[in-house]
């Protein structure tokens, strides 16, 4: 795969023309939407990219290069996304790496390596292995895009500074826990984003009780011990054990 200065470059000087007027063996269906994206840089969102040219040709391995640069955006109705940027951009800026991602999406949630790796429908060994930068195979870097990008959503939505934790495995109302949803064979997005909407109201309980807790505290330091054995009961572990 191209490195991410070079794809830049690549998309501009091979694609930069057709991007507005499709080649007429590399085509988008829609046109494709630009947007800023949030580090600076200029993303297209492409629902469908296709081809009709032969096999071998300029424009196939053209297309198989283009296909190696896009990444899914959740955000935008699963549409993929090019990344555009100047090559002075695209030098000061980074992409994120697996193990960034995998630290993103633990740190979001408040996972233990054993509930990070049942997220992922991988073994423990395994995630292991990816943050010490091994590449897992396309399944699972699928997965795991997936699950960034939701981490991503959830911390855009949780006004706390800290992250939700054993709450992961508490049942939300009538439905299944953050932690189960994540779980899923299959994703279910809408799913997902509603079961944020219901742990943001267990975390605003779960503050309200922390601060009543801390504001008993303050009038009893004689008792600052089992104030603070309260709160810890409250908040939970920092990470969601199994």
């Known amino acids: 795969m191209m490195t991410y200065q070079a794809a830049n470059r690549w998309i501009e000087n091979e694609l930069e023309h057709s991007l507005i007027h499709p080649h007429p063996a590399i085509n988008y269906s829609p046109a494709p939407l630009e947007k800023a994206g949030s580090t600076g840089i200029r993303e297209l969102l492409v629902e469908n990219i296709f081809t009709n040219c032969g096999s071998g040709s300029w424009c196939d391995a053209a297309f198989s290069q283009l296909k190696e640069n896009v990444t899914r955006d959740y955000f935008s109705n699963d549409w993929t996304v090019i990344f555009l940027a100047s090559e002075e951009t695209a030098e000061k800026i980074s992409l994120p790496t697996i193990a960034e991602k995998l630290n993103d999406v633990r740190d979001a949630f408040g996972l233990s390596m054993a509930a990070l790796a049942d997220i992922l429908k ?6 292991y292995n990816w943050f010490e930068n091994e590449t897992p195979s396309e399944v699972f870097v699928q997965r ?54 219901s742990l943001l109201v267990l975390m605003k309980k779960q503050r309200e009780r922390m601060d009543r807790a801390k504001a ?25 054990d199994k």
């Open 216 to 240: 008993r505290s303050a009038k009893a330091p004689a008792d600052i011990e089992g104030h603070r054995e309260l709160l810890e009961r409250l908040t939970g572990s920092v990470t969601a």
């Open 144 to 197: 795991i895009e997936t699950l960034y990008g939701i981490a991503r959503e959830w911390q855009t939505k949780n006004p706390y500074h800290y992250a939700p934790g054993k709450l992961m495995k508490q049942k939300l109302g009538d439905g299944p826990s953050m932690f189960e949803r994540l779980s899923r064979e299959e994703l279910n997005l809408d799913e997902i984003r509603s079961g944020m909407d």
């Open 122 to 127: 991988a073994s423990r060994a395994s995630v």
